[in-house]
């Protein structure tokens, strides 16, 4: 039974401005680069055929298949650079980020924007004359949303091209919507800002529901539900994002383990983890 049902769409715009706590961790944001602090500086783009949408790549996209993570915005935001140093990090780290909405656009989103982003995708990796014709990982798609944009990973999320789920500072809003939750078979990670997150309820309600068996990871930071988004590269949460789809989409044993084990990375740090059925 869900203690709280809240509707995220216009929370997290309204309080991602004032989440930008500066909390000490291992990055130093001095030493933050504007396309991120990944190997591959990242900026973004648009394509025609991918209407209402915005593209993070490696500015030179490296010789490495880029794995690919659809995203989408906290409020169910249409304006694509919501999340932008978060995904510049992201795709810095050589991955292809799509965000639902154009950059600074407007209006809302819906889930079916996120399977837009994945079909285009395989139809660029696949397209002779695309920059990204062979040149995407298209076995390895990672969905995923802040807040409203949680709730619409979550309606895609049994897309059989859907390598994992990423959850952020969200939950499913009503039990009838519990259904999700069962026919989940990928593994999946959530990561809240701590009980002063107004998606903390519903997010640690669903861990409970979640699939006996499949492999999930719960994370929570005090910075409460907006984030580090908007934070240099990301912040802490864009950090912890990249070792999450270092280890999930690239098979990165080491990023892995700061979040499998009693003596996991994030374990000893800020963040307080649960975890069920992870391996390495």
Known sequence: MRRRSRIYAGL??????????????????????????GPYPADYETSSALA???IFRPQTLPSERLPILVWGNGACSA????????????????????????????????AQMLTQSIDWAVAENSRSGSKYFNRLDTTKIAV??????????????NDPR????????????????????????????????GPSDIAYPNAMDDWGKLPSGLPAFMGNLNVGHGGTY?????????????????WRLKGDVGAGANFVGPDCGLCRTQWT?????LTL
């Open 12 to 37: 997290a715009a309204a309080v991602v401005s004032a989440a930008s706590v500066t909390m000490t961790f291992g990055a130093t944001p001095a030493g933050a680069a504007i396309g991120g602090s």
């Open 52 to 54: 209402n949408h915005t």
């Open 79 to 110: 304006n694509g650079l919501s999340q932008g140093n978060f995904l510049r990090e992201i795709a810095s780290h050589g991955f292809l980020a799509i965000a639902n909405g154009a950059p600074n656009g407007s209006g809302s989103t819906n």
């Open 144 to 157: 995923a949303g802040f807040s409203c944009g949680g709730v619409e990973a979550y309606a895609v999320s």
């Open 162 to 193: 859907v390598t994992t789920t990423g959850i952020f500072s969200s939950g499913l809003l009503n039990d009838a919507d519990d259904y999700q939750l069962r026919r989940l078979t990928k593994p999946i990670a959530y990561f809240i800002g």
């Open 230 to 246: 908007d934070q240099p590269n990301g912040g802490e949460f864009g950090r912890v994002a990249v070792l999450y789809l270092k």
């Open 273 to 277: 983890v649960q975890q069920k059925n």
